[in-house]
């Protein structure tokens, strides 16, 4: 929280409450610029704090602008909780400055600030400017819990960070795990610590630079997915902006440009497009404001990859506002009779809204000249809840005789997305977390887990839903409904048909899991490759751990033991020597290794390693989309070789029209070439076509070809194949 105290704010924007450096401001276009109230500056009002508090019977003027904020969102809010806190939080950090030399009372002022702007509820607000007082002060909980109550005491408590000097390096994992833990019970926690990283983001200037890149790595790789998943953009969007500066300075101020350059052109075609909409609508009858958005730095930046040379529409998009849900939908209909629709753009999240509480129509209409201006239609109480999310909702815990202005209190949506306190994506995080087993493993999997940022509903036998992330499988389901338990899973039906548990799910499909009797049921180790969220992977990773396979097991036990003296080897007759399994070996050799099983790799393929838990390192093929998987997660490679070995294991798929006897066939014409049939599983037919999986056993990897061609010569047999992970087809 040591950076470089703000410069003259703007109220006028919701979160304004400082202005970065003059290297990392992202300004908006001229013509695009709402007009502000007159600025305050916080370094004056930082220094006037330090004469003291004002009268008991007045508010301070420090935060009179905190209190007009406040106000403009909540009329009849009581101030005199305020006024306490910030007399208690002046005193307490009196002396202390920030790296900038600035007084450190207006960092939690500038956070307060931007908390008031979102229309944060006055607990929220008395939380904020106490927030560093524990942390950085003197004061103690047990002193905010007797002067300001039980729910301000929890909150400060949730953002207050654990020290070094008892954690370590463990201590920036284990703080967000407990704020995450603190948020599962009340969502408040993480919007004060949202809006602290952003003004601490804003006023970054004075840090070292290394200091910089791993506060914005760590702000973009959990900070801004959280604000994501709370439905904070106006947060989300801004801290965007700042890592991109940081990061990425030369795209960014090629970015920069491209907004300059735009805004210094004659035309506004989306100024425009914003008045042939407003004609439209006037003569519809139907109240609207019309409004232009223009995109933050990083949108500019991916608009410009994607659709190559910006064109003036592509800067902004129109934002429609009216009173009434019906409107929307009377909005796009005449959008759509009197403007020419881009129909492959509409999108409807008001009947189906976004996990994170978000509503609006999303439509792009065109003009004459090729110019696209992308439309956004919803109410003012749904844009409300688009910039603010969860801290747009007031106190999702009050009872509901507390006032809530503007149905602040109010929870418009059903189901999952109606509960703020707990949304599926939290509950899932909370549940896996408690068995992450280290810091580092509950620090790298929170990462992957938030990069996920797409969610699927799946439906299950019963009637229940399961909220699973896009890519999961049956596997992630399994674990998903039944957790540690479906280590007795067996099957699945998707949509009604028997499925493998390596099946990828989509949004709507509905799964029946089909679970074994046996209460010592085991996993498949395989199932590793093909879990896809956090509770499925650790699961699986505990149980291997205390199940170590044989091989493991010996390779663990001699590790234990120390170097041994080589062995002389057994020598055998050549007539009772027996081919040992195809292996492979890492450079250099001793870690103990494994086949993957999404595309079991044999002599001579092409192979790469990746190290998972227990130090084993599973061998994929280089062509697998498990490899692509690995590598894109960050996973370092292995370098492996096949070894001096001839007996392989591989899987093959035999893809066919449906006949009599075909599998007798196909059996045959396997034995025929002296391979043993180790498993075998016929897909219920499908079109009449059928498809058939053989996990077989070869005395040597050089039959392979003769295999495969012995069995595309069976009749009826179109195609054999080496059998691949089923999400090799989305990727």
Same mark, same amino acid.
């Given at each position: 929280?040591?950076?470089?105290?703000?410069?003259?704010?703007?109220?006028?924007?919701?979160?304004?409450?400082?202005?970065?450096?003059?290297?990392?401001?992202?300004?908006?276009?001229?013509?695009?610029?709402?007009?502000?109230?007159? #600025?305050?500056?916080?370094?004056?009002?930082? #220094?006037?704090?330090?004469?003291?508090?004002?009268?008991?019977?007045?508010?301070?003027?420090?935060?009179?602008?905190?209190?007009?904020?406040?106000?403009?969102?909540?009329?009849?809010?009581?101030?005199?909780?305020?006024?306490?806190?910030?007399?208690?939080?002046?005193?307490?950090?009196?002396?202390?400055?920030?790296?900038?030399?600035?007084?450190?009372?207006?960092?939690?002022?500038?956070?307060?600030?931007?908390?008031?702007?979102? $229309?944060?509820?006055?607990?929220?607000?008395?939380?904020?400017?106490?927030?560093?007082?524990?942390?950085?002060?003197?004061?103690?909980?047990?002193?905010?819990?007797?002067?300001?109550?039980?729910?301000?005491?929890?909150?400060?408590?949730?953002?207050?960070?654990?020290?070094?000097?008892?954690?370590?390096?463990?201590?920036?994992?284990?703080?967000?795990?407990?704020?995450?833990?603190?948020?599962?019970?009340?969502?408040?926690?993480?919007?004060?610590?949202?809006?602290?990283?952003?003004?601490?983001? #804003?006023?970054?200037?004075?840090?070292?630079?290394?200091?910089?890149?791993?506060?914005?790595?760590?702000?973009?790789?959990?900070?801004?997915?959280?604000?994501?998943?709370?439905?904070?953009?106006?947060?989300?969007?801004?801290?965007?902006?700042?890592?991109?500066?940081?990061?990425?300075?030369?795209?960014?101020?090629?970015?920069?440009?491209?907004?300059?350059?735009?805004?210094?052109?004659?035309?506004?075609?989306?100024?425009?497009?914003?008045?042939?909409?407003?004609?439209?609508?006037?003569?519809? $009858?139907?109240?609207?404001?019309?409004?232009?958005?223009?995109?933050?730095?990083?949108?500019?930046?991916?608009?410009?990859?994607?659709?190559?040379?910006? @064109?003036?529409?592509?800067?902004?998009?129109?934002?429609?506002?009216?009173?009434?849900?019906?409107?929307?939908? $009377?909005?796009?209909?005449?959008?759509?009779?009197?403007?020419?629709?881009?129909?492959?753009?509409?999108?409807?999240?008001?009947?189906?809204?976004?996990?994170?509480?978000?509503?609006?129509?999303?439509?792009?209409?065109?003009?004459?000249?090729?110019?696209?201006?992308?439309?956004?239609?919803?109410?003012?109480?749904?844009?409300?809840?688009?910039?603010?999310?969860?801290?747009?909702?007031?106190?999702?815990?009050?009872?509901?005789?507390?006032?809530?202005?503007?149905?602040?209190?109010?929870?418009?949506?059903? $189901?999952?997305?109606?509960?703020?306190?707990?949304?599926?994506?939290?509950?899932?995080?909370?549940?896996?977390?408690?068995?992450?087993?280290?810091?580092?493993?509950?620090?790298?999997?929170?990462?992957?887990?938030?990069?996920?940022?797409?969610?699927?509903?799946?439906?299950?036998?019963?009637?229940?839903?399961?909220?699973?992330?896009?890519?999961?499988?049956?596997?992630?389901?399994?674990?998903?409904?039944?957790?540690?338990?479906?280590?007795?899973?067996?099957?699945? @039906?998707?949509?009604?048909?028997?499925?493998?548990?390596?099946?990828?799910?989509?949004?709507?499909?509905?799964?029946?899991?089909?679970?074994?009797?046996?209460?010592?049921?085991?996993?498949?180790?395989?199932?590793?490759?093909?879990?896809?969220?956090?509770?499925?992977?650790?699961?699986?990773? @505990?149980?291997?751990?205390?199940?170590?396979?044989?091989?493991?097991?010996?390779?663990?036990?001699?590790?234990?033991?120390?170097?041994?003296?080589?062995?002389?080897?057994?020598?055998?007759?050549?007539?009772?020597?027996?081919?040992?399994?195809?292996?492979?070996?890492?450079?250099?050799?001793?870690?103990?290794?494994?086949?993957?099983?999404?595309?079991?790799?044999?002599?001579?393929?092409?192979?790469?390693?990746?190290?998972?838990?227990?130090?084993?390192?599973?061998?994929?093929?280089?062509?697998?989309?498990?490899?692509?998987?690995?590598?894109?997660?960050?996973?370092?490679?292995?370098?492996?070789?096949?070894?001096?070995?001839?007996?392989?294991?591989?899987?093959?798929?035999?893809?066919?029209?449906?006949?009599?006897?075909?599998?007798?066939?196909?059996?045959?014409?396997?034995?025929?070439?002296?391979?043993?049939?180790?498993?075998?599983?016929?897909?219920?037919?499908?079109?009449?076509?059928?498809?058939?999986?053989?996990?077989?056993?070869?005395?040597?990897?050089?039959?392979?070809?003769?295999?495969?061609?012995?069995?595309?010569?069976?009749?009826?047999?179109?195609?054999?194949?080496?059998?691949?992970?089923?999400?090799?087809?989305?990727?």
């Amino acid at each position: 929280m040591s950076a470089e105290a703000t410069n003259p704010a703007t109220p006028g924007s919701a979160t304004s409450a400082g202005q970065r450096p003059a290297s990392l401001e992202p300004e908006a276009p001229p013509a695009h610029r709402r007009k502000a109230r007159p #600025r305050i500056d916080l370094r004056r009002l930082g #220094r006037a704090a330090l004469l003291g508090p004002a009268a008991r019977d007045r508010l301070p003027d420090a935060i009179g602008h905190v209190a007009e904020a406040h106000r403009a969102h909540h009329p009849d809010a009581k101030l005199e909780p305020l006024r306490r806190a910030w007399v208690l939080a002046e005193s307490s950090h009196r002396g202390q400055m920030r790296k900038s030399g600035e007084p450190y009372i207006t960092h939690p002022l500038a956070v307060t600030l931007i908390l008031a702007e979102l $229309g944060a509820e006055t607990t929220t607000l008395t939380a904020s400017l106490l927030h560093d007082t524990v942390e950085d002060t003197e004061v103690t909980l047990d002193q905010v819990r007797e002067e300001f109550g039980d729910e301000v005491c929890y909150l400060v408590d949730g953002v207050t960070k654990l020290e070094k000097v008892d954690y370590g390096a463990a201590a920036e994992p284990e703080t967000f795990r407990k704020m995450l833990v603190a948020t599962g019970n009340d969502v408040r926690v993480m919007s004060i610590k949202l809006a602290d990283r952003l003004h601490n983001m #804003r006023t970054l200037g004075v840090m070292r630079p290394e200091k910089q890149a791993r506060i914005a790595k760590v702000t973009r790789d959990v900070l801004i997915p959280l604000a994501e998943r709370l439905g904070v953009q106006a947060l989300k969007t801004e801290l965007e902006d700042l890592v991109f500066a940081i990061l990425h300075p030369e795209e960014y101020e090629r970015t920069r440009e491209l907004i300059s350059e735009n805004a210094n052109r004659g035309d506004d075609p989306l100024a425009e497009i914003a008045e042939e909409v407003r004609a439209v609508l006037r003569d519809a $009858g139907i109240q609207a404001e019309v409004l232009i958005r223009p995109r933050h730095f990083v949108s500019v930046h991916r608009v410009s990859r994607k659709r190559g040379p910006m @064109r003036g529409a592509d800067f902004g998009r129109l934002l429609v506002l009216v009173n009434e849900d019906a409107d929307c939908y $009377g909005v796009l209909g005449e959008l759509h009779t009197c403007l020419t629709p881009v129909v492959s753009e509409f999108k409807d999240f008001i009947a189906v809204p976004k996990f994170n509480l978000y509503q609006s129509l999303h439509t792009a209409v065109t003009r004459g000249d090729g110019q696209v201006a992308e439309v956004l239609i919803r109410t003012h109480q749904m844009h409300k809840v688009a910039e603010a999310g969860v801290v747009a909702l007031g106190n999702p815990y009050a009872p509901p005789s507390e006032e809530q202005p503007d149905g602040a209190g109010e929870r418009p949506f059903d $189901g999952e997305r109606a509960d703020p306190t707990r949304p599926g994506w939290l509950s899932r995080l909370l549940d896996w977390q408690q068995g992450a087993p280290d810091p580092d493993t509950f620090w790298s999997t929170l990462r992957e887990d938030l990069a996920q940022d797409r969610e699927i509903t799946v439906f299950r036998a019963d009637g229940g839903s399961l909220g699973l992330p896009e890519g999961a499988s049956c596997v992630d389901a399994a674990y998903a409904q039944y957790g540690e338990d479906a280590h007795a899973c067996i099957g699945a @039906r998707v949509n009604g048909r028997l499925a493998t548990l390596s099946t990828v799910l989509r949004d709507g499909d509905t799964v029946q899991l089909l679970m074994g009797q046996d209460p010592a049921s085991e996993p498949s180790r395989e199932w590793l490759e093909h879990a896809h969220t956090p509770a499925a992977r650790i699961a699986i990773q @505990r149980w291997m751990a205390t199940h170590p396979a044989p091989g493991e097991e010996k390779a663990a036990e001699a590790s234990a033991a120390g170097p041994r003296p080589p062995a002389a080897a057994p020598v055998r007759p050549a007539e009772t020597q027996t081919a040992r399994p195809a292996s492979a070996v890492t450079d250099p050799p001793g870690a103990s290794v494994r086949m993957a099983g999404c595309c079991t790799p044999v002599p001579p393929d092409e192979v790469t390693g990746f190290a998972v838990r227990g130090g084993v390192v599973t061998v994929h093929r280089v062509e697998c989309a498990g490899t692509a998987r690995m590598k894109s997660a960050g996973r370092p490679e292995v370098a492996v070789r096949w070894g001096d070995t001839t007996e392989c294991r591989v899987t093959l798929v035999a893809e066919s029209f449906g006949r009599p006897h075909l599998l007798a066939d196909l059996t045959e014409a396997i034995a025929g070439e002296g391979v043993a049939v180790v498993s075998a599983t016929v897909e219920p037919p499908s079109q009449q076509r059928v498809r058939h999986t053989y996990t077989l056993q070869l005395p040597d990897a050089a039959r392979l070809p003769g295999l495969m061609r012995a069995m595309r010569n069976v009749p009826g047999v179109y195609d054999v194949s080496r059998a691949q992970h089923p999400a090799t087809a989305a990727q």
